[in-house]
Nanobody, 128 residues
Framework: QVLLEESGGGLVQPGGSLRLSCAAP????????IGWFRQAPGKEREGVAC????????VYADSVKARFTISRDLDKKVVDLQMNNLNANDTAIYHC?????????????????????WGKGAQVTVTS
């Protein structure tokens, strides 16, 4: 099964920014809703942001609202996650996944039922 590929992770100081990208070798992401998830050490995986394939609408977890922005780059055929004002609680492995949509309990359904194609993840570490 073709996996997605995340890139752009790294080490950043508190208050800093990083931009993650999600690409799909061999197929286009244009027809899928795309979700970003993260898993911190010792914690369960959680949904962070989702962007619809229908109208480009977006949803965010409360913990990242006003700091993270999910967007599509149609030329590069990637879905980016711009992360600003990072703090230690954002330290995690970030995964992207194809989803059927971003409505309702989109993250919970994806995690419980194993929906979509996933990437192996990109490490984001926020430390001073």
């Amino acid at each position: 099964q073709v996996l997605l590929e995340e890139s752009g992770g790294g080490l950043v100081q508190p208050g800093g920014s990083l931009r993650l990208s999600c690409a799909a070798p061999g197929f286009t992401l244009d027809y899928y809703a795309i979700g970003w998830f993260r898993q911190a050490p010792g914690k369960e995986r959680e949904g962070v942001a989702c962007i619809s394939s229908v109208d480009g609408s977006t949803v965010y977890a409360d913990s990242v609202k006003a700091r993270f922005t999910i967007s599509r780059d149609l030329d590069k055929k990637v879905v980016d996650l711009q992360m600003n004002n990072l703090n230690a609680n954002d330290t995690a492995i970030y995964h992207c996944a194809t989803l059927p949509g971003c409505t309702g309990t989109w993250a919970e359904r994806a995690l419980i039922y194993g929906i979509g194609r996933w990437g192996k993840g990109a490490q984001v570490t926020v430390t001073s």
